[in-house]
Nanobody, 119 residues
Framework: QVQLEESGGGLVQAGGSLRLSCVAS????????MGWFRQAPGKEREFVGS??????YYANFVKDRFTISRDNAKNTVYLQMNSLLPEDTAVYYC??????????????WGQGTQVTVSS
């Protein structure tokens, strides 16, 4: 079993930055892709980005504002969010599954961390 734990959410003004972290623990597969989804109030959960073997993928709405990175030695993935907009307000979830591509329904989820962007 794999556990994912996020940290780093909070309240920030529009135009500001936040960095989310997600640590994976437990019996992670040798090839384990991790990434981020988010869910705003009243909306469906949506893909934000992912990183597997060093290649990062992003949703179109990210538009070079967000960067995903990974520290394999620490089993940690990061989401650096810059130029935040009020519409980025959501609960951000870390997710992961075995392989190189993050599934639309990953096997593992974190508990979520709230990001609130004020205008």
């Amino acid at each position: 079993q794999v556990q994912l734990e996020e940290s780093g959410g909070g309240l920030v003004q529009a135009g500001g930055s936040l960095r989310l972290s997600c640590v994976a623990s437990g019996r992670t597969p040798s090839r384990f892709v991790m990434g981020w989804f988010r869910q705003a109030p009243g909306k469906e959960r949506e893909f934000v980005g992912s990183i597997g073997d060093g290649t990062a993928y992003y949703a179109n709405f990210v538009k070079d504002r967000f960067t995903i990175s990974r520290d394999n030695a620490k089993n940690t993935v990061y989401l650096q969010m810059n130029s935040l907009l009020p519409e980025d307000t959501a609960v951000y979830y870390c997710a992961g599954n075995g392989g190189r591509i993050l599934s639309g329904r990953p096997d593992y989820w974190g508990q979520g961390t709230q990001v609130t962007v004020s205008s």
